[in-house]
T-cell receptor, first 115, second 110 residues
């Protein structure tokens, strides 16, 4: 499976500011995904990020709030904009398994607290 | 979107006993069913998965069964050990998008 790293691992931010989270994978992958995990909850897909195209957002998530970049096949960023305490969550990136199927492997997550 | 229900929400077992977690889903077109284990402070780890053309899959102490007709699948952990304590999530894939169950917190008592 792919080795995935995320930066930062955690952060405490003030409301109204923005944070950019980086996701790096050790091999080239076509599909990368961003999830949100609110405290004590399950995972919810924010968007799918494919290289060379605009990210595809799920219902309830918009580009102005969660802009995503995918400059190459090993890297992506998610920005959480104009943060409020309700944005306090774990943000996780995942990548496809490489076999062309549905398998996804997750990074360690970024733990965000907004004051 | 896909609706995935997972039960129970918490499960406490004696070390050495078995644990079973069940999930149901709504979309009959779903064709891939992974299970993830998430330890405190870590990202979810894929532990086993099954595809719609297979009824059962086993990997050492872990097994998954799938009933496509009834639209439910289960995770079975045998001979539980303290390191099996974690939150387990089932998921269902449809067109490469994963929908997750609410999670089961498993505690293995020594």
């Amino acid at each position: 499976s792919a080795v995935i790293s995320q930066k930062p691992s955690r952060d405490i931010c003030q409301r109204g500011t923005s944070l950019t989270i980086q996701c790096q994978v050790d091999s080239q992958v076509t599909m990368m995904f961003w999830y949100r995990q609110q405290p004590g909850q399950s995972l919810t897909l924010i968007a799918t990020a494919n290289q060379g195209s605009e990210a595809t957002y799920e219902s309830g998530f918009v580009i102005d709030k969660f802009p995503i970049s995918r400059p190459n096949l090993t890297f992506s960023t998610l920005t959480v904009s104009n943060m409020s305490p309700e944005d306090s969550s774990i943000y996780l990136c995942s990548v496809e398994g490489g076999s062309g199927g549905d398998t996804q492997y997750f990074g360690p997550g970024t733990r965000l607290t907004v004051l | 979107g896909e609706n995935v229900e997972q039960h129970p929400s918490t499960l406490s077992v004696q070390e050495g006993d078995s644990a079973v977690i069940k999930c149901t889903y709504s979309d009959s077109a779903s064709n891939y069913f992974p299970w993830y284990k998430q330890e405190l402070g870590k990202g979810p780890q894929l532990i086993i998965d099954i595809r719609s053309n297979v009824g059962e899959k086993k990997d050492q102490r872990i097994a998954v069964t799938l009933n496509k007709t009834a639209k439910h699948f289960s995770l079975h952990i045998t001979e539980t050990q303290p390191e099996d304590s974690a939150v387990y999530f089932c998921a269902v894939s449809n067109d490469y998008k994963l929908s997750f169950g609410a999670g089961t917190t498993v505690t293995v008592r020594a």
